[in-house]
T-cell receptor, first 113, second 114 residues
Framework: DGGITQSPKYLFRKEGQNVTLSCEQNLNHDAMYWYRQDPGQGLRLIYYSQIVNDFQKGDIAEGYSVSREKKESFPLTVTSAQKNPTAFYLC????????????FGPGTRLTVL | SQQGEEDPQALSIQEGENATMNCSYKTSINNLQWYRQNSGRGLVHLILIRSNEREKHSGRLRVTLDTSKKSSSLLITASRAADTASYFCATDAYSGGGADGLTFGKGTHLIIQP
């Protein structure tokens, strides 16, 4: 999983609670991404960041928030406003420039009870 | 909306046979990439083909790109049991540059039977 760590691997939360997923990379990559994957589906982009202190909404940003205070870290908060938060969340990074190869973390499986 | 669509959704072949997966997309692209995902794991990059390339090889992988038909194919030759995984194509829609994320298809689930 190439220098990107996500924690925890499994996460259980009660409905209505906010939860923060961790993503850290030591690849010195400028760009970082959060994707959501549902069973039998491809990945959908939640948020991305091309540089520290800046981030952009992806296709499904509603109910999520992010921060990028350090180059190495890009945490994702799943808020209570997210209507269907149970999913597999994947973090990725890539060198700045164009959309070249992305390096993925091992993922966090979030289950909201 | 998802731009890439893989075909077939699932494929089961015998070990040693070749596996071919196809991907179609809708808009102009800078490049197209293929990724592999083992069950419950992160994605691993396999190969990238740029819009001005027509074919690319990497080990047992062969990727073709037809920009006029907006389609790509991934061929895995001499398949092995360890190739069992889901395979996704991902496109980088032309945006004038910048790292603004990829658009993934739903994937082809490949099963290699020993």
């Amino acid at each position: 999983d190439g220098g990107i760590t996500q924690s925890p691997k499994y996460l259980f939360r009660k409905e209505g609670q906010n939860v923060t997923l961790s993503c850290e990379q030591n690849l010195n990559h400028d760009a970082m991404y959060w994707y959501r994957q549902d069973p039998g589906q491809g990945l959908r982009l939640i948020y991305y960041s091309q540089i520290v202190n800046d981030f952009q909404k992806g296709d499904i940003a509603e109910g999520y928030s992010v921060s990028r205070e350090k180059k190495e870290s890009f945490p994702l908060t799943v808020t209570s406003a997210q209507k269907n938060p149970t999913a597999f969340y994947l973090c990725a990074s890539s060198p700045m420039g164009t959309n070249n190869e992305q390096f993925f973390g091992p993922g966090t499986r979030l289950t909201v009870l | 909306s998802q731009q890439g669509e893989e075909d077939p959704q699932a494929l089961s072949i015998q070990e040693g046979e070749n596996a071919t997966m196809n991907c179609s997309y809708k808009t102009s692209i800078n490049n197209l990439q293929w990724y592999r995902q083992n069950s419950g794991r992160g994605l691993v990059h396999l190969i990238l083909i740029r819009s001005n390339e027509r074919e690319k090889h990497s080990g047992r992988l062969r990727v073709t790109l037809d920009t006029s038909k907006k389609s790509s194919s991934l061929l895995i030759t001499a398949s092995r049991a360890a190739d069992t995984a889901s395979y996704f194509c991902a496109t980088d829609a032309y945006s004038g540059g910048g790292a603004d994320g990829l658009t993934f298809g739903k994937g082809t689930h490949l099963i290699i039977q020993p």
